[in-house]
């Protein structure tokens, strides 16, 4: 029982600590590749090398009001250009202390639309949905009433 003790408070400190590294996102746009679209399925195999994870820098590519207390992050994004809807997924930078959802200030041309706009904080997030810390603290409370 001991070792259960121990094991439960570990795992939540693994789910919950932030990686030190820049978030990794994934970069495409479905008016270039039409798989960008939803269902965004970029882990089949058959179609694994169309897609990439791409490194965000928080330092790279970062412009003002961001450029000094940014932090990267994955955006996924939604809108009608001349009339055609496009997804296209990939970097942004937001302020450190934003932790909303919701993408910085879009700036859209004159034939630009956005309906759709959201930001996430981990590696691939802006891709299909991800179930991998839902499933992770869902497992903590199941694992203790299983070995009790």
Known sequence: MANLSLFVPILLLAVFIKEGEPVRCWTCSSDLNP???????????????LF???????NSGATYPY?????SVCKKQKKYINGQMVVSRGCTWKRQDDYSYQCPSNTNGPNEVTSFCE????DG????????????LLAAPLTLLLFK
């Not at 798989?35 to 090398?49: E, K, V």
């Not at 990439?52 to 928080?58: A, G, I, T, V």
């Not at 450029?67 to 932090?71: E, G, N, P």
């Open 67 to 71: 450029l000094t207390s940014s932090k």
């Open 35 to 49: 798989l960008c679209n939803d269902p965004f399925l970029a882990g089949r195999s058959d179609n694994s090398y």
């Open 125 to 136: 997030c802006n891709g299909a949905a991800a179930v991998g810390k839902t499933i992770a």
């Open 52 to 58: 990439r994870l791409e490194n965000c820098d928080s």
């Open 119 to 122: 930001t996430c904080d981990y």
